[in-house]
């Protein structure tokens, strides 16, 4: 054995046998004039005496001590609680069937907003806005009823669309509540397409959202520019 090896042995065992003997243990009393030790008892000298005892017969008792002493700080390890949080968890977007009841209604209430505000709107470039709403929106809703009629899904009913004002009955800012109540509106459309372009069960109906959802997000942003 190397003289590191048997030092760092000899300081172990001394640090174990130490820490075994409890505080008090040794008392005034018997510290003084040491007493000589019994006839042919070697006490050795220097750490490396100590250490060759240790590696010796007396590294029986300090393997054992040691290895007690790893087995206790492997169970305090294991034991400790776990700190990690785990990441937050992502929403699935709705079943197919409320998707097309929801985008269906969706489009026909823009549509029908677009149309009632068409005679009322002052701001030439939220009238182009209006007629590209109907005509987008009823394209989407035309192709979003084929999808649904062949998959055996249920389309809404249309509903029966209020009496538009007359025109030059707008309030003066007919224009700004417009725009606010679209792209509100709009907003939500994008949501909900895509979170069905991205997790939709039917692939088909993925396919829609996908390829509509460009033409939502640009009228939102066009509504964006005007408010």
Request: negative net charge; charged residues 20%; glycine residues 12%.
């Amino acid at each position: 054995m190397n003289i590191t090896l048997r030092h760092g042995l000899a300081l172990a065992g001394l640090s174990l046998l130490c820490s075994a003997v409890p505080v008090g243990a040794v008392s005034l009393s018997t510290v003084g004039t040491p007493e000589p030790a019994p006839e042919g008892t070697r006490i050795p000298a220097t750490i490396d005496a100590i250490a060759a005892d240790l590696a010796g017969a007396g590294s029986g008792t300090l393997v054992p001590l040691m290895a007690a002493d790893m087995q206790a700080r492997q169970v305090a390890t294991v034991d400790a609680p776990s700190t990690g949080g785990g990441a937050g968890s992502v929403g699935k977007p709705i079943g197919d069937i409320e998707f097309v009841k929801q985008a269906t209604e969706s489009g026909r209430k823009e549509i029908s907003s677009a149309q009632q505000a068409l005679p009322q709107l002052k701001d030439p470039g939220l009238k182009h806005i209006a007629e590209m709403l109907v005509n987008d929106h009823g394209n989407a809703n035309g192709k979003l009823a084929q999808l649904a009629e062949a998959k055996g899904w249920p389309v809404p009913g249309p509903r029966a669309a209020p009496d538009a004002p007359p025109s030059g009955a707008a309030s003066s800012d007919f224009d700004a509540k417009w725009t606010a109540e679209m792209i509100a509106g709009h907003e939500r459309s994008v949501a909900l397409y895509r979170a069905q372009a991205g997790g939709g069960e039917d692939k088909d109906l993925r396919k829609y959202a996908k390829d509509t959802l460009p033409t939502i997000e640009k009228h939102l942003a066009e509504l964006r520019s005007h408010q």
